[in-house]
């Protein structure tokens, strides 16, 4: 019995392209990863800008033009989102800024901020001729309200009509100020109007009732530390109250403290 050789195919054939198959793919994802690479560390940044975070400035306080400048020079945008009145902030300043300041942000950001348009001026009206009721409606119209309510004397007006104001009919004064109502009380009457006297000191508060004729007003004092010493809380009657004035006794009530 013979036996013949057995023949074994030969893999060398096969493998030296293999391996050049391999070297070339080897070589393709090296570029491929160099690529992902070069594009997430150079190109990815210049797109998104990413490390280009800066804290905001606070531009609250500045005025409009420094605000522009601040914003020129960190190349962010600023947009006027409305104006708001204040008593103590010059008008054309930032009052608020969204975001805030420290807030990261990144180039040509629009941040929004709220003006000041300083402070809001109102017109005293004409109250002459008015009655007592009519004025105190008025007022408040305009952004003013009494101040106070005194009398005087004429006889060219009907009595218990606004004969004149302080500050006058026309002034400009700032919005939420007060105006003295002077009433026509006529020549020959012994009637008048019951004085402002909550909030003044006691001794302001006597100086002006002597000086209007009133008699010695009757003062209570009250133990209570949450309130200012010495400044009248209560008063009766309540003023604008028409009274016959020799023979009327205001009860003021002042808080001594502890």
Do not use: C
């Amino acid at each position: 019995m013979t036996s013949d050789k057995l023949h074994l195919p030969d893999f060398r054939k096969y493998i030296k392209p293999s391996l050049q198959i391999l070297k070339y793919l080897g070589i393709a994802m090296a570029v491929m990863i160099v690529i992902f690479l070069v594009f997430d560390i150079i190109f990815m940044p210049m797109y998104t800008r990413h490390g280009s975070e800066y804290p905001l400035p606070d531009i609250t306080n500045k005025s409009y033009d420094e605000a522009l400048e601040i914003a020129d020079k960190y190349n962010f945008d600023i947009v006027i989102q409305g104006k708001q009145s204040s008593p103590t902030i010059p008008e054309g300043t930032v009052l608020t800024q969204v975001p805030a300041s420290g807030t990261q942000i990144k180039e040509n950001r629009k941040i929004k901020v709220i003006l000041s348009s300083g402070e809001e001026i109102s017109e005293v009206p004409d109250l002459a001729r008015y009655s007592i009721r009519q004025a105190e409606l008025k007022l408040p119209e305009v952004g003013l309200k009494v101040k106070n309510y005194y009398w005087t004397t004429t006889d060219t007006l009907a009595n218990d009509v606004i004969a004149y104001t302080v500050p006058p009919a026309g002034s400009l004064v700032p919005q939420g100020s007060g105006v003295d109502l002077y009433i026509n009380r006529g020549l020959d009457t012994a009637e008048g109007y019951i004085p402002k006297l909550l909030g003044k000191s006691l001794k302001d508060a006597q100086k002006l009732l002597d000086s209007l004729g009133f008699p010695e007003p009757r003062v209570e004092y009250v133990t209570n530390p949450l309130l200012l010493p010495k400044i009248v809380t209560y008063q009766s009657p309540l003023a604008g109250t028409k009274v016959i004035i020799d023979s009327t006794q205001i009860l003021m009530v002042i808080p001594v403290g502890e």
